[in-house]
Antibody
Framework: EVQLLESGGGLVKPGRSVRLSCTGS????????VSWFRQAPGKGLEWVGI??????????EYAASLRGRVSIVKDDSKGVAYLQMNSLKTEDTAVYYC???????????????WGQGTLVTVSS | DIQMTQSPSSLSASVGDRVTISCRAN??????LIWYQQKPGKAPKFLIY???TLQSGVPSRFSGSGFGTDFTLTISSLQPEDFATYYC??????????FGGGTKVDIK
């Protein structure tokens, strides 16, 4: 069974950093990209970024609004991806989800399995 | 970024009803359209991709249609487990996937 599990959320002060982990199991982690999304309380979904699988270059893309404050890395040997966010603001308060993603010809990147999410609360 | 607009933002329906949700892009996205279902406190569930292809395991009462800028999610006969919020997402722009604002389907 494909599973993804996020961890690392919690209460963080404005201006500080947080590193979230996404552990995958039940599939060959190397073969897939990992995407991160977030959802502020009572709001809709927002894409944060993606790290492509090594066969597709292992490169990253980030939402323009977050570029410069966010980075994603992937450790295939451990089956874990990480989302690092710096200079946190109160508006970064959200549930952060990771997902298994893959490129599908003529349809772009698809995120077919998601973790349960981890809540990051930015507050003093 | 490509803007996605869903309508309505909410609707009330009864079990057995046919439900239709619309999603519009502000530019053509061909068929690069995904639908998710989200229940309170849960992660989104991947339902449909390429505008009309049902993900494995998704009940056949769900269907999607559309191409270009206008898309529709239809639930042919609403079941109790279908009460949820539905989101569309464009996968046309790899560098900036964007979502519609969501449609909440609740019990009439």
């Amino acid at each position: 069974e494909v599973q993804l599990l996020e961890s690392g959320g919690g209460l963080v002060k404005p201006g500080r950093s947080v590193r979230l982990s996404c552990t995958g199991s039940g599939f060959t982690f190397f073969d897939y990209a990992v995407s991160w999304f977030r959802q502020a309380p009572g709001k809709g979904l927002e894409w944060v970024g993606i790290i492509r699988s090594r066969p597709y270059g292992g490169t990253t893309e980030y939402a323009a609004s977050l570029r410069g404050r966010v980075s994603i890395v992937k450790d295939d040997s451990k089956g874990v991806a990480y989302l690092q966010m710096n200079s946190l603001k109160t508006e970064d308060t959200a549930v952060y989800y990771c997902s298994r993603s893959y490129y599908h010809d003529n349809t772009g990147y698809l995120s077919d399995h998601w973790g349960q999410g981890t809540l990051v609360t930015v507050s003093s | 970024d490509i803007q996605m607009t869903q309508s309505p933002s909410s609707l009330s329906a009864s079990v057995g009803d046919r439900v239709t949700i619309s999603c519009r892009a502000n530019q053509s996205i061909n068929n690069y359209l995904i639908w998710y279902q989200q229940k309170p406190g849960k992660a989104p569930k991947f339902l449909i991709y390429a505008a009309s292809t049902l993900q494995s395991g998704v009940p056949s009462r769900f269907s999607g249609s559309g191409f270009g800028t206008d898309f529709t999610l239809t639930i042919s006969s609403l079941q109790p487990e279908d009460f949820a919020t539905y989101y569309c997402q464009q996968s046309f722009s790899t560098l900036a996937p964007t979502f519609g604002g969501g449609t909440k389907v609740d019990i009439k």
